[in-house]
Nanobody, 115 residues
Framework: QVHLVESGGGLVQAGGSLRLSCTAS????????MGWYRQAPGKQRQFVTAITSSGITNYADSVKGRFIISKDNAKNTVHLQMNSLKPEDTAVYFC?????????WGQGTQVTVSS
């Protein structure tokens, strides 16, 4: 089992920045990959970014060059630095973790970008 707790969402103006954090209940050395999905109202959940246990990162085209995922192994935490935010980034952001063929989800945190 992996429990995930997210923090850092909020309201920001277009062009601003936010940092999301996701803390796991166990060592992230034991987790194959962690990352974020997001879901806007009336839309399907979509992939945003991920980082593997070896530090390989992957980003959706819509956030490349603006978002940066990183991890702090000592704190079992993954961070998502979101820069140059746009109104279309508004969504609930869900942290996830893949471990032993299971996917675990956080409760979600709201990010709202005003124009």
């Amino acid at each position: 089992q992996v429990h995930l707790v997210e923090s850092g969402g909020g309201l920001v103006q277009a062009g601003g920045s936010l940092r999301l954090s996701c803390t796991a209940s166990r060592s992230i050395f034991s987790i194959d990959a962690m990352g974020w999905y997001r879901q806007a109202p009336g839309k399907q959940r979509q992939f945003v970014t991920a980082i593997t246990s070896s530090g390989i990162t992957n980003y959706a085209d819509s956030v490349k060059g603006r978002f940066i995922i990183s991890k702090d192994n000592a704190k079992n935490t993954v961070h998502l630095q979101m820069n140059s935010l746009k109104p279309e980034d508004t969504a609930v952001y869900f942290c996830y973790a893949d471990r032993l063929a299971h996917t675990y989800w956080g409760q979600g945190t709201q990010v709202t970008v005003s124009s």
